[in-house]
Protein backbone atom coordinates (compact mmCIF):
# COMPACT_ATOMS: atom_id res chain seq x y z
CA UNK A 1 0.00 0.00 0.00
CA UNK A 2 2.93 2.05 0.09
CA UNK A 3 1.85 3.84 -3.41
CA UNK A 4 -1.53 5.05 -2.39
CA UNK A 5 0.31 8.04 -1.12
CA UNK A 6 1.49 9.23 -4.01
CA UNK A 7 -1.80 8.29 -6.48
CA UNK A 8 -4.11 10.03 -3.96
CA UNK A 9 -1.79 12.85 -3.55
CA UNK A 10 -1.83 13.52 -7.49
CA UNK A 11 -5.24 13.23 -7.32
CA UNK A 12 -5.61 15.84 -4.97
CA UNK A 13 -2.95 18.21 -6.47
CA UNK A 14 -4.96 17.85 -9.74
CA UNK A 15 -8.14 18.08 -8.21
CA UNK A 16 -6.87 21.90 -6.94
CA UNK A 17 -5.88 23.07 -9.77
CA UNK A 18 -8.67 22.69 -11.25
CA UNK A 19 -12.11 24.72 -11.49
CA UNK A 20 -14.41 21.79 -10.12
CA UNK A 21 -12.90 21.69 -6.78
CA UNK A 22 -13.39 25.53 -6.22
CA UNK A 23 -16.47 25.37 -7.83
CA UNK A 24 -17.84 22.78 -5.50
CA UNK A 25 -16.00 24.33 -2.42
CA UNK A 26 -18.08 27.53 -3.00
CA UNK A 27 -21.11 26.08 -3.83
CA UNK A 28 -21.06 23.69 -0.68
CA UNK A 29 -20.21 26.30 1.42
CA UNK A 30 -22.88 28.83 0.16
CA UNK A 31 -25.41 25.75 0.74
CA UNK A 32 -24.59 24.48 3.93
CA UNK A 33 -24.90 28.58 5.08
CA UNK A 34 -28.25 28.53 3.58
CA UNK A 35 -29.66 25.41 4.67
CA UNK A 36 -28.44 26.36 8.23
CA UNK A 37 -30.05 29.51 8.19
CA UNK A 38 -33.02 27.55 7.32
CA UNK A 39 -32.70 25.32 10.11
CA UNK A 40 -32.39 27.89 12.20
CA UNK A 41 -35.84 29.69 11.04
CA UNK A 42 -37.42 26.29 11.34
CA UNK A 43 -36.69 26.16 15.16
CA UNK A 44 -37.85 29.56 15.49
CA UNK A 45 -41.03 29.19 13.75
CA UNK A 46 -41.80 26.19 16.27
CA UNK A 47 -40.94 27.93 19.13
CA UNK A 48 -43.11 30.66 18.06
CA UNK A 49 -46.11 28.14 17.61
CA UNK A 50 -45.57 26.50 21.32
CA UNK A 51 -45.28 29.74 22.85
CA UNK A 52 -48.52 30.99 20.78
CA UNK A 53 -50.62 27.64 22.19
CA UNK A 54 -49.33 28.26 25.36
CA UNK A 55 -47.42 24.82 25.52
CA UNK A 56 -44.39 26.38 27.78
CA UNK A 57 -43.81 22.47 29.15
CA UNK A 58 -42.81 21.49 25.25
CA UNK A 59 -41.03 24.87 24.95
CA UNK A 60 -38.68 23.59 27.85
CA UNK A 61 -38.22 20.55 26.55
CA UNK A 62 -37.09 21.77 22.67
CA UNK A 63 -33.00 21.67 21.96
CA UNK A 64 -30.33 22.70 19.47
CA UNK A 65 -29.94 19.08 18.75
CA UNK A 66 -33.12 18.02 17.68
CA UNK A 67 -34.53 21.02 16.57
CA UNK A 68 -31.50 22.58 14.28
CA UNK A 69 -28.02 20.45 14.09
CA UNK A 70 -30.07 17.24 13.67
CA UNK A 71 -32.34 18.60 10.67
CA UNK A 72 -28.96 20.68 9.28
CA UNK A 73 -27.21 17.64 9.03
CA UNK A 74 -29.74 15.43 7.43
CA UNK A 75 -30.35 17.93 4.51
CA UNK A 76 -27.28 18.11 3.73
CA UNK A 77 -26.93 14.45 2.05
CA UNK A 78 -28.88 15.94 -0.82
CA UNK A 79 -26.17 18.20 -1.87
CA UNK A 80 -23.61 15.17 -1.48
CA UNK A 81 -25.70 13.75 -3.34
CA UNK A 82 -25.52 16.54 -6.38
CA UNK A 83 -21.42 17.39 -5.47
CA UNK A 84 -19.87 14.02 -4.59
CA UNK A 85 -20.27 12.74 -7.87
CA UNK A 86 -19.03 15.88 -9.26
CA UNK A 87 -15.59 15.07 -7.53
CA UNK A 88 -15.42 11.29 -8.20
CA UNK A 89 -16.20 11.53 -11.93
CA UNK A 90 -12.74 12.33 -13.45
CA UNK A 91 -11.25 10.12 -11.10
CA UNK A 92 -10.82 7.05 -13.58
CA UNK A 93 -12.75 8.30 -16.62
CA UNK A 94 -10.04 10.98 -17.11
CA UNK A 95 -7.43 8.47 -17.28
CA UNK A 96 -8.98 7.00 -19.98
CA UNK A 97 -8.95 10.31 -21.75
CA UNK A 98 -5.24 11.33 -20.28
CA UNK A 99 -3.90 7.53 -21.95
CA UNK A 100 -2.01 7.89 -18.19
CA UNK A 101 -3.91 4.44 -17.62
CA UNK A 102 -1.22 2.79 -19.67
CA UNK A 103 1.61 4.83 -17.53
CA UNK A 104 -0.44 3.39 -14.53
CA UNK A 105 -0.89 -0.14 -15.70
CA UNK A 106 2.67 -0.60 -16.67
CA UNK A 107 3.94 0.64 -13.29
CA UNK A 108 4.49 -1.45 -10.10
CA UNK A 109 1.08 -0.70 -8.93
CA UNK A 110 -1.00 -3.50 -7.12
CA UNK A 111 -4.99 -2.67 -8.40
CA UNK A 112 -5.73 -1.87 -4.80
CA UNK A 113 -3.46 0.93 -4.22
CA UNK A 114 -4.73 2.71 -7.24
CA UNK A 115 -7.80 1.59 -6.10
CA UNK A 116 -7.58 2.88 -2.69
CA UNK A 117 -5.54 5.56 -4.10
CA UNK A 118 -8.14 7.52 -5.70
CA UNK A 119 -10.69 6.82 -2.98
CA UNK A 120 -8.40 8.65 -0.35
CA UNK A 121 -8.14 11.34 -2.39
CA UNK A 122 -12.16 11.39 -2.92
CA UNK A 123 -12.16 11.01 1.16
CA UNK A 124 -9.65 13.74 1.61
CA UNK A 125 -11.81 16.18 -0.22
CA UNK A 126 -15.10 14.93 1.72
CA UNK A 127 -13.49 15.73 5.06
CA UNK A 128 -12.71 18.63 3.80
CA UNK A 129 -16.39 18.96 3.49
CA UNK A 130 -17.22 18.43 6.39
CA UNK A 131 -14.57 20.37 8.22
CA UNK A 132 -16.05 23.77 6.35
CA UNK A 133 -19.75 22.78 7.39
CA UNK A 134 -19.32 21.66 11.05
CA UNK A 135 -18.00 25.25 11.71
CA UNK A 136 -22.00 26.09 11.16
CA UNK A 137 -23.07 24.27 14.00
CA UNK A 138 -20.12 25.09 15.98
CA UNK A 139 -21.51 28.38 16.00
CA UNK A 140 -24.13 27.29 18.61
CA UNK A 141 -21.29 26.66 20.90
CA UNK A 142 -20.05 30.46 21.05
CA UNK A 143 -20.57 31.39 24.66
CA UNK A 144 -24.24 32.02 24.94
CA UNK A 145 -24.33 35.65 24.88
CA UNK A 146 -22.82 35.84 21.25
CA UNK A 147 -25.13 37.27 19.01
CA UNK A 148 -26.40 33.90 17.09
CA UNK A 149 -27.87 31.93 20.03
CA UNK A 150 -29.02 35.83 21.62
CA UNK A 151 -30.67 36.34 17.92
CA UNK A 152 -31.99 32.58 17.97
CA UNK A 153 -33.69 33.04 21.32
CA UNK A 154 -34.68 36.64 20.55
CA UNK A 155 -38.51 36.93 21.31
CA UNK A 156 -38.34 34.34 23.66
CA UNK A 157 -39.04 34.19 27.22
CA UNK A 158 -36.34 31.12 27.67
CA UNK A 159 -33.08 30.02 29.27
CA UNK A 160 -30.65 29.83 26.19
CA UNK A 161 -30.00 25.67 26.22
CA UNK A 162 -26.44 24.61 25.55
CA UNK A 163 -26.11 21.88 22.53
CA UNK A 164 -24.80 18.78 22.93
CA UNK A 165 -21.30 18.40 21.72
CA UNK A 166 -21.18 14.57 21.36
CA UNK A 167 -24.31 14.20 19.56
CA UNK A 168 -23.58 16.76 16.65
CA UNK A 169 -20.04 14.78 16.36
CA UNK A 170 -22.05 11.87 15.93
CA UNK A 171 -23.80 13.46 13.29
CA UNK A 172 -21.26 15.13 11.22
CA UNK A 173 -19.61 11.66 11.62
CA UNK A 174 -22.63 10.31 10.34
CA UNK A 175 -22.39 12.64 7.25
CA UNK A 176 -18.33 11.76 6.83
CA UNK A 177 -19.63 7.87 6.27
CA UNK A 178 -22.17 9.18 3.93
CA UNK A 179 -19.78 11.23 1.99
CA UNK A 180 -17.24 8.55 1.83
CA UNK A 181 -19.84 6.10 1.02
CA UNK A 182 -20.62 8.40 -1.91
CA UNK A 183 -16.92 8.63 -3.50
CA UNK A 184 -16.61 4.89 -3.10
CA UNK A 185 -19.75 5.14 -5.13
CA UNK A 186 -18.65 7.50 -7.69
CA UNK A 187 -15.61 6.39 -7.70
CA UNK A 188 -17.17 2.88 -9.29
CA UNK A 189 -18.91 4.94 -11.70
CA UNK A 190 -16.18 6.74 -12.57
CA UNK A 191 -14.10 3.39 -13.73
CA UNK A 192 -17.04 2.10 -15.83
CA UNK A 193 -16.66 4.71 -18.59
CA UNK A 194 -14.16 7.09 -20.20
CA UNK A 195 -17.09 10.49 -20.18
CA UNK A 196 -16.80 12.26 -17.40
CA UNK A 197 -20.67 13.15 -17.96
CA UNK A 198 -21.72 9.90 -18.16
CA UNK A 199 -19.44 9.38 -14.76
CA UNK A 200 -21.53 11.65 -12.83
CA UNK A 201 -25.25 10.90 -13.90
CA UNK A 202 -24.18 7.03 -13.49
CA UNK A 203 -23.32 8.02 -9.54
CA UNK A 204 -26.34 10.17 -8.97
CA UNK A 205 -28.40 7.19 -10.34
CA UNK A 206 -26.55 5.23 -8.40
CA UNK A 207 -26.76 6.88 -4.80
CA UNK A 208 -31.02 7.47 -5.55
CA UNK A 209 -31.41 4.12 -5.97
CA UNK A 210 -29.19 3.58 -2.59
CA UNK A 211 -31.61 5.97 -1.10
CA UNK A 212 -34.78 4.94 -2.16
CA UNK A 213 -34.53 1.10 -1.44
CA UNK A 214 -36.25 1.91 1.83
CA UNK A 215 -38.83 3.48 0.17
CA UNK A 216 -39.10 0.74 -2.60
CA UNK A 217 -39.45 -1.90 0.56
CA UNK A 218 -42.05 0.10 1.80
CA UNK A 219 -44.36 0.36 -0.77
CA UNK A 220 -43.65 -3.52 -1.28
CA UNK A 221 -44.62 -4.01 2.66
CA UNK A 222 -47.92 -1.77 2.13
CA UNK A 223 -49.20 -3.54 -0.35
CA UNK A 224 -49.50 -6.46 1.64
CA UNK A 225 -46.91 -8.86 -0.06
CA UNK A 226 -46.49 -12.23 1.71
CA UNK A 227 -43.69 -13.38 3.91
CA UNK A 228 -40.60 -13.52 1.10
CA UNK A 229 -41.40 -10.23 0.29
CA UNK A 230 -41.59 -8.75 4.01
CA UNK A 231 -37.97 -10.59 4.05
CA UNK A 232 -37.17 -8.95 0.94
CA UNK A 233 -37.88 -5.50 2.12
CA UNK A 234 -35.65 -6.22 5.65
CA UNK A 235 -32.76 -6.50 3.34
CA UNK A 236 -33.65 -3.53 0.93
CA UNK A 237 -34.26 -1.44 4.24
CA UNK A 238 -30.96 -2.66 5.53
CA UNK A 239 -29.31 -1.86 1.81
CA UNK A 240 -30.71 1.86 1.69
CA UNK A 241 -28.55 4.10 3.22
CA UNK A 242 -31.38 6.17 4.56
CA UNK A 243 -32.38 4.99 7.95
CA UNK A 244 -28.56 4.45 8.67
CA UNK A 245 -27.81 7.87 8.28
CA UNK A 246 -31.17 9.18 9.63
CA UNK A 247 -29.96 7.43 13.12
CA UNK A 248 -26.79 8.90 12.76
CA UNK A 249 -27.84 12.45 12.01
CA UNK A 250 -29.51 12.18 15.01
CA UNK A 251 -25.89 11.31 17.77
CA UNK A 252 -27.51 7.66 17.79
CA UNK A 253 -23.97 5.55 17.48
CA UNK A 254 -25.01 2.18 16.35
CA UNK A 255 -22.02 -0.11 15.74
CA UNK A 256 -24.93 -1.94 13.41
CA UNK A 257 -24.96 1.46 11.57
CA UNK A 258 -20.91 1.77 11.41
CA UNK A 259 -20.74 -1.63 9.77
CA UNK A 260 -23.54 -1.07 7.54
CA UNK A 261 -21.23 2.01 6.07
CA UNK A 262 -17.99 0.04 6.26
CA UNK A 263 -19.92 -2.29 4.25
CA UNK A 264 -20.89 -0.36 1.37
CA UNK A 265 -17.27 1.30 1.25
CA UNK A 266 -15.63 -2.46 1.02
CA UNK A 267 -18.17 -3.33 -1.29
CA UNK A 268 -18.06 -0.24 -4.23
CA UNK A 269 -14.22 -0.47 -3.94
CA UNK A 270 -13.99 -4.13 -4.54
CA UNK A 271 -16.64 -3.68 -7.82
CA UNK A 272 -14.58 -0.61 -8.27
CA UNK A 273 -11.33 -2.99 -8.19
CA UNK A 274 -12.90 -5.66 -10.60
CA UNK A 275 -14.20 -3.11 -13.33
CA UNK A 276 -10.52 -1.71 -13.71
CA UNK A 277 -8.94 -4.76 -13.48
CA UNK A 278 -11.52 -6.16 -16.97
CA UNK A 279 -10.06 -3.25 -18.71
CA UNK A 280 -7.26 -5.51 -18.93
CA UNK A 281 -9.01 -8.38 -20.24
CA UNK A 282 -11.09 -6.68 -22.98
CA UNK B 1 16.29 -9.31 -20.96
CA UNK B 2 13.26 -9.66 -23.13
CA UNK B 3 12.43 -13.47 -23.79
CA UNK B 4 9.26 -13.88 -25.84
CA UNK B 5 7.59 -16.85 -26.49
CA UNK B 6 4.68 -17.35 -28.40
CA UNK B 7 3.06 -14.37 -28.31
CA UNK B 8 -0.80 -14.22 -29.70
CA UNK B 9 -3.92 -11.60 -29.38
CA UNK B 10 -6.80 -12.23 -30.55
CA UNK B 11 -9.32 -9.44 -30.31
CA UNK B 12 -12.89 -11.41 -30.79
CA UNK B 13 -12.15 -13.30 -34.42
CA UNK B 14 -9.43 -11.00 -35.06
CA UNK B 15 -5.39 -12.38 -34.81
CA UNK B 16 -3.98 -9.06 -34.16
CA UNK B 17 -0.42 -10.52 -33.22
CA UNK B 18 0.01 -14.40 -33.96
CA UNK B 19 2.56 -16.37 -31.95
CA UNK B 20 5.32 -13.64 -32.19
CA UNK B 21 8.74 -14.83 -30.40
CA UNK B 22 12.30 -13.39 -30.09
CA UNK B 23 14.94 -12.98 -27.50
CA UNK B 24 16.35 -9.62 -27.06
CA UNK B 25 20.48 -9.31 -25.46
CA UNK B 26 21.11 -6.10 -23.13
CA UNK B 27 22.53 -3.83 -25.49
CA UNK B 28 20.61 -4.68 -28.32
CA UNK B 29 18.87 -1.97 -30.10
CA UNK B 30 15.89 -3.74 -32.41
CA UNK B 31 13.57 -1.41 -35.08
CA UNK B 32 10.89 -2.69 -34.73
CA UNK B 33 8.80 -2.55 -38.09
CA UNK B 34 5.47 -3.26 -39.86
CA UNK B 35 2.86 -1.70 -42.25
CA UNK B 36 0.29 0.11 -40.13
CA UNK B 37 -2.19 -2.26 -38.43
CA UNK B 38 0.47 -5.16 -38.33
CA UNK B 39 0.51 -5.36 -34.51
CA UNK B 40 3.34 -3.53 -33.47
CA UNK B 41 1.58 -1.39 -30.57
CA UNK B 42 -0.11 -4.60 -29.45
CA UNK B 43 2.84 -6.76 -28.86
CA UNK B 44 4.49 -3.79 -26.88
CA UNK B 45 1.63 -3.08 -24.70
CA UNK B 46 1.63 -7.22 -24.19
CA UNK B 47 5.21 -7.13 -23.20
CA UNK B 48 4.80 -4.06 -20.83
CA UNK B 49 1.87 -5.70 -19.27
CA UNK B 50 -0.50 -3.43 -20.45
CA UNK B 51 -2.82 -5.96 -22.13
CA UNK B 52 -2.80 -9.58 -21.49
CA UNK B 53 -2.32 -12.31 -24.17
CA UNK B 54 -4.23 -14.92 -25.11
CA UNK B 55 -1.10 -17.24 -25.57
CA UNK B 56 2.59 -17.45 -25.18
CA UNK B 57 4.07 -15.46 -22.10
CA UNK B 58 7.06 -13.21 -21.56
CA UNK B 59 9.84 -12.40 -19.34
CA UNK B 60 11.53 -9.10 -18.93
CA UNK B 61 14.98 -9.13 -17.14
CA UNK B 62 14.61 -12.73 -15.96
CA UNK B 63 10.96 -11.96 -14.77
CA UNK B 64 7.66 -13.44 -15.77
CA UNK B 65 5.38 -10.79 -16.67
CA UNK B 66 2.04 -12.85 -15.77
CA UNK B 67 3.03 -14.19 -12.69
CA UNK B 68 5.87 -11.55 -11.71
CA UNK B 69 4.59 -8.39 -13.13
CA UNK B 70 5.89 -6.14 -10.28
CA UNK B 71 9.38 -6.93 -10.71
CA UNK B 72 9.00 -7.12 -14.62
CA UNK B 73 7.42 -3.88 -14.56
CA UNK B 74 10.41 -2.53 -12.22
CA UNK B 75 12.61 -3.08 -15.31
CA UNK B 76 10.43 -1.73 -17.84
CA UNK B 77 10.71 1.73 -19.24
CA UNK B 78 7.22 2.26 -21.06
CA UNK B 79 6.61 4.95 -23.62
CA UNK B 80 3.04 4.31 -25.26
CA UNK B 81 1.52 5.49 -28.19
CA UNK B 82 0.33 8.72 -26.91
CA UNK B 83 2.58 9.85 -24.24
CA UNK B 84 0.43 9.50 -20.86
CA UNK B 85 1.00 12.84 -19.71
CA UNK B 86 -1.48 14.91 -17.05
CA UNK B 87 -1.90 17.91 -19.03
CA UNK B 88 -2.62 20.17 -15.74
CA UNK B 89 0.68 18.56 -14.09
CA UNK B 90 3.55 20.68 -14.84
CA UNK B 91 6.58 18.55 -15.88
CA UNK B 92 8.89 18.61 -13.09
CA UNK B 93 5.56 17.41 -10.86
CA UNK B 94 4.77 14.75 -13.43
CA UNK B 95 8.14 13.35 -13.52
CA UNK B 96 8.15 13.22 -9.75
CA UNK B 97 5.25 11.69 -9.78
CA UNK B 98 6.36 9.01 -11.79
CA UNK B 99 9.50 8.18 -9.82
CA UNK B 100 7.38 7.42 -6.87
CA UNK B 101 5.13 5.03 -8.73
CA UNK B 102 8.12 3.37 -10.59
CA UNK B 103 9.70 2.53 -6.44
CA UNK B 104 12.74 5.28 -7.43
CA UNK B 105 14.23 5.15 -4.08
CA UNK B 106 13.37 8.62 -2.21
CA UNK B 107 16.56 10.13 -2.23
CA UNK B 108 17.41 8.89 -6.03
CA UNK B 109 14.46 10.81 -6.60
CA UNK B 110 15.26 14.62 -7.38
CA UNK B 111 18.56 13.49 -9.20
CA UNK B 112 16.70 11.19 -11.49
CA UNK B 113 14.13 14.09 -12.17
CA UNK B 114 16.53 16.65 -13.18
CA UNK B 115 18.54 14.26 -15.15
CA UNK B 116 16.04 13.09 -17.16
CA UNK B 117 14.70 17.10 -17.98
CA UNK B 118 18.74 17.77 -18.61
CA UNK B 119 19.00 14.39 -21.22
CA UNK B 120 15.75 15.20 -23.32
CA UNK B 121 16.16 18.61 -23.51
CA UNK B 122 13.48 20.20 -21.39
CA UNK B 123 15.51 22.45 -18.82
CA UNK B 124 13.62 25.29 -20.38
CA UNK B 125 10.42 24.38 -19.72
CA UNK B 126 10.23 21.87 -16.55
CA UNK B 127 8.13 24.71 -14.66
CA UNK B 128 5.51 24.66 -17.47
CA UNK B 129 2.06 23.05 -17.33
CA UNK B 130 2.39 20.15 -19.68
CA UNK B 131 -1.35 20.90 -21.60
CA UNK B 132 0.36 23.99 -22.50
CA UNK B 133 3.27 22.48 -24.50
CA UNK B 134 3.91 21.82 -28.02
CA UNK B 135 3.51 18.39 -29.28
CA UNK B 136 6.87 18.14 -29.63
CA UNK B 137 7.53 18.90 -26.09
CA UNK B 138 5.26 16.72 -24.91
CA UNK B 139 6.61 13.64 -27.00
CA UNK B 140 9.93 14.24 -25.11
CA UNK B 141 8.35 14.55 -21.68
CA UNK B 142 7.18 11.37 -22.58
CA UNK B 143 10.68 9.86 -23.29
CA UNK B 144 11.76 11.30 -19.99
CA UNK B 145 8.90 9.70 -18.18
CA UNK B 146 10.11 6.27 -19.70
CA UNK B 147 13.62 6.78 -18.73
CA UNK B 148 13.90 8.68 -15.54
CA UNK B 149 13.60 5.45 -13.16
CA UNK B 150 17.04 4.28 -15.38
CA UNK B 151 14.93 0.99 -16.26
CA UNK B 152 16.84 -1.74 -17.96
CA UNK B 153 14.29 -2.76 -20.72
CA UNK B 154 12.94 0.02 -23.09
CA UNK B 155 10.39 0.21 -25.24
CA UNK B 156 9.63 3.09 -27.32
CA UNK B 157 6.78 2.66 -29.55
CA UNK B 158 7.18 5.38 -32.27
CA UNK B 159 9.28 8.14 -30.04
CA UNK B 160 10.42 10.31 -32.49
CA UNK B 161 7.08 11.18 -33.68
CA UNK B 162 6.63 15.33 -33.86
CA UNK B 163 10.08 15.73 -32.74
CA UNK B 164 11.78 18.60 -34.67
CA UNK B 165 15.33 17.41 -36.56
CA UNK B 166 17.71 18.35 -33.94
CA UNK B 167 15.63 16.65 -31.14
CA UNK B 168 15.27 13.74 -33.37
CA UNK B 169 19.03 13.68 -33.58
CA UNK B 170 19.54 14.21 -30.00
CA UNK B 171 16.55 11.19 -28.83
CA UNK B 172 18.66 9.06 -31.38
CA UNK B 173 22.20 9.61 -29.70
CA UNK B 174 20.65 9.48 -26.04
CA UNK B 175 19.15 6.14 -27.28
CA UNK B 176 22.01 4.89 -28.13
CA UNK B 177 23.69 6.13 -25.41
CA UNK B 178 21.63 4.10 -23.23
CA UNK B 179 22.36 0.80 -24.51
CA UNK B 180 26.19 1.62 -25.40
CA UNK B 181 27.67 -1.52 -23.34
CA UNK B 182 30.89 0.67 -22.38
CA UNK B 183 28.43 2.15 -19.71
CA UNK B 184 28.36 0.35 -16.60
CA UNK B 185 25.04 -1.58 -17.28
CA UNK B 186 23.74 -1.80 -21.18
CA UNK B 187 20.07 -1.05 -21.59
CA UNK B 188 17.59 -3.44 -23.67
CA UNK B 189 15.42 -0.94 -26.27
CA UNK B 190 12.64 -2.05 -28.74
CA UNK B 191 11.49 1.33 -30.79
CA UNK B 192 8.80 0.99 -32.92
CA UNK B 193 9.04 3.48 -36.10
CA UNK B 194 8.02 4.15 -39.60
CA UNK B 195 11.26 6.19 -40.08
CA UNK B 196 13.53 3.62 -42.04
CA UNK B 197 16.38 6.05 -41.85
CA UNK B 198 16.05 5.89 -38.20
CA UNK B 199 16.64 2.18 -38.14
CA UNK B 200 19.47 2.46 -40.48
CA UNK B 201 20.53 5.04 -38.15
CA UNK B 202 20.34 3.14 -34.73
CA UNK B 203 19.13 -0.43 -34.26
CA UNK B 204 21.86 -2.69 -35.43
CA UNK B 205 18.52 -5.76 -35.74
CA UNK B 206 15.13 -5.65 -37.29
CA UNK B 207 12.50 -7.06 -36.43
CA UNK B 208 9.64 -6.63 -39.07
CA UNK B 209 5.70 -7.72 -38.53
CA UNK B 210 3.14 -8.06 -40.81
CA UNK B 211 -0.33 -8.68 -40.24
CA UNK B 212 0.43 -9.80 -36.73
CA UNK B 213 3.25 -12.22 -37.81
CA UNK B 214 6.88 -11.76 -37.26
CA UNK B 215 8.47 -12.21 -40.84
CA UNK B 216 11.85 -10.81 -40.80
CA UNK B 217 14.46 -11.04 -37.54
CA UNK B 218 17.82 -10.07 -38.71
CA UNK B 219 20.76 -7.69 -38.66
CA UNK B 220 20.84 -4.82 -40.48
CA UNK B 221 23.78 -5.43 -41.80
CA UNK B 222 22.42 -8.98 -43.36
CA UNK B 223 19.54 -7.23 -44.47
CA UNK B 224 21.19 -4.75 -46.60
CA UNK B 225 24.18 -6.96 -47.20
CA UNK B 226 22.63 -7.93 -50.82
CA UNK B 227 22.70 -4.40 -51.69
CA UNK B 228 19.42 -3.70 -51.26
CA UNK B 229 17.96 -0.72 -49.00
CA UNK B 230 15.79 -1.17 -46.03
CA UNK B 231 12.90 0.34 -47.52
CA UNK B 232 13.09 -2.38 -50.69
CA UNK B 233 12.56 -4.92 -48.12
CA UNK B 234 9.93 -3.21 -46.52
CA UNK B 235 8.15 -2.92 -49.82
CA UNK B 236 8.47 -6.42 -50.78
CA UNK B 237 7.31 -8.03 -47.47
CA UNK B 238 4.26 -5.46 -47.47
CA UNK B 239 3.25 -5.94 -50.90
CA UNK B 240 3.66 -9.52 -50.54
CA UNK B 241 1.34 -9.36 -47.81
CA UNK B 242 -1.20 -7.25 -49.96
CA UNK B 243 -1.58 -9.84 -52.51
CA UNK B 244 -1.91 -12.52 -50.08
CA UNK B 245 -4.92 -10.34 -48.87
N1 LIG C 1 -8.95 -2.80 -28.75
C1 LIG C 1 -8.95 -3.34 -29.97
N2 LIG C 1 -10.02 -4.02 -30.42
C2 LIG C 1 -10.03 -4.58 -31.65
N3 LIG C 1 -9.03 -4.51 -32.51
C3 LIG C 1 -7.92 -3.85 -32.14
C4 LIG C 1 -7.82 -3.22 -30.85
N4 LIG C 1 -6.60 -2.65 -30.75
C5 LIG C 1 -5.97 -2.89 -31.92
N5 LIG C 1 -6.75 -3.61 -32.75
C6 LIG C 1 -6.39 -4.08 -34.10
O1 LIG C 1 -5.19 -4.81 -34.02
C7 LIG C 1 -4.39 -4.57 -35.16
C8 LIG C 1 -2.99 -4.19 -34.73
O2 LIG C 1 -3.02 -2.88 -34.17
P1 LIG C 1 -1.72 -2.16 -33.65
O3 LIG C 1 -2.14 -0.90 -33.01
O4 LIG C 1 -0.94 -3.11 -32.82
O5 LIG C 1 -0.94 -1.87 -35.00
P2 LIG C 1 0.42 -1.09 -35.20
O6 LIG C 1 1.36 -2.04 -35.84
O7 LIG C 1 0.87 -0.44 -33.96
O8 LIG C 1 -0.03 0.00 -36.27
P3 LIG C 1 0.47 1.52 -36.48
O9 LIG C 1 1.69 1.45 -37.32
O10 LIG C 1 -0.66 2.14 -37.23
O11 LIG C 1 0.70 2.12 -35.14
C9 LIG C 1 -5.08 -3.49 -35.96
O12 LIG C 1 -5.74 -4.11 -37.06
C10 LIG C 1 -6.09 -2.91 -35.02
O13 LIG C 1 -7.23 -2.50 -35.71
MG1 LIG D 1 1.13 1.47 -33.34
Redesign the pocket.
Known amino acids: MRHVGAIAGRELRSLFVSPVAYAVLTLFAVLAGFFFLLSIQGFRETMNYYQQIGQFDVLEQINLNNQVIAPFIQVMWIVFLFLIPGITMGLFASEKTNGTQELLMTSPLTMWELVVGKFVAAGAFVTILIAMMGLFPALLFLDADTPILGWIFSGFDLAEPDPEGLQMLAGLLGLWLLGLTYAAVGTFASSLTRNQLVAFFLALALLLILWLLSVVADLGVAEGAMGTAASLSTVLTWLSTSDHFDKLARGLVDTRDLAYFAFMIGAFLVLTKTSVESVRW? | MIEAEGITKR??D?L?VDDVSFTAQAGEVIGFL??????????MRILTGFLPATDGSARIAGHDIFNEPLAARRAIGYLP?NPPLYPEMDVAGYLEFVTRIKDVPRARRRSAVESAIERCGLKDVHRRVIGSLSKGFRQRVGIAQAIVHDPRVLILD?PTVGLDPIQIREIRSLIAALADPGKSEARTIVL?T?ILAEVEAICPRVILINQGRKVVDSSLAELTAEGQSLEDVFARVALRAGEAA
Open positions: R | YGFAGPNGAGKTTTEESH
